[in-house]
């Protein structure tokens, strides 16, 4: 069982570093990663669910902004800090880079950008999404053979 949850723990370390490679995760999520304890194991696997959800909301939030005429700016500019700070907190590099160009967009008052922006920042969050729903999987698997 041991050696089971070694080859798990070698298995999630390697996407991770995989991840990292690409750009996709920083060393932001390395610490966040570190935060796990012993008395709350499941850390990892219960934060990255909420970080989606707040991630969902959001984009789903600027979509309406974003739709509404004439466009509010300004929340679209609180939205976009708000989700740059979810992904900048736990190390979701590539699509905090891809908030900036939505933010410098807003800053612009720029629509089309806007949209376009948008855009790049949900095919970002498919390709973390999928990641993650792997991660989360193998803590899950890990921690289910450490008890």
Sequence with gaps: MAANREALNQQLQQIVNSLKEQGILDSQFLMVHSLKEANNPFFLAELIP???NNVQTTLRDLNRTLEK????YHDMN??????K????????RRLALACVTLWRAVD?????????ALNGIRQEYQTLRSSLDRIVELERR???HQA
Excluded at 78 to 83: A, D, F, G
């Design 69 to 72: 005429e004439p466009v509010n």
């Design 142 to 144: 890990i921690v289910s």
């Design 50 to 52: 909420m970080f989606c």
């Design 85 to 92: 700070g979810c992904t900048s907190s736990i190390g979701a």
């Design 108 to 116: 612009n008052k720029n629509k089309n950008g806007c949209i376009s």
């Design 78 to 83: 609180e939205l976009t800090m708000k989700i």
